[in-house]
């Protein structure tokens, strides 16, 4: 079964040369998003709520522009700019991954992200069989 590459203007990458997504299978590999408005690509800075909330909304766009479901997620990368921003960002995480259908996470801090991100949301779904 040949890749699928998953690009288009919902999913915009922040003007990198990358795909958004790209299937393999029966499994979605998700590019990190940050906080980029998909109608521009423009990134959009605010507080660690604001932009947690954006990254996720463009993971999730990003995941289902690939025919899969949130509930399709199994695995998030998240990389942080600054750990203490973690608490604000569990919160969002909570919303967007109900309890029970959790999926696996990492969490690390980095020494920069791209366009100065405070968050980066990157991960993996899987279809279930």
């Known amino acids: 079964m040949p890749h699928r590459y998953i690009t ?3 999913t915009n990458a ?13 499994t979605c590999y998700v590019s990190g998003q940050i906080a980029t408005d998909p109608r521009t690509g423009e990134f959009v800075p605010g ?14 766009t990003a995941v289902e522009a690939a025919g899969f479901a949130r509930a399709d997620v199994v695995y998030v990368d998240l990389a942080f700019l600054d750990l203490a921003d973690l608490p604000e960002a569990n919160a969002v995480f909570a919303s967007v991954f109900p309890a029970g259908r959790r999926p696996a996470r990492t969490v690390y801090q980095a020494a920069a992200l791209p366009l100065g991100a405070r968050i980066k949301v990157q991960g993996i779904a899987a279809r279930q069989g």
């Open 14 to 26: 922040a003007a990198s040369p990358i795909s958004a997504a790209v299937v393999a299978g029966d």
């Open 8 to 10: 288009s203007d919902a």
């Open 47 to 60: 507080t660690t709520v604001e932009e947690a909330g954006r990254a996720f909304a463009n993971f999730v």
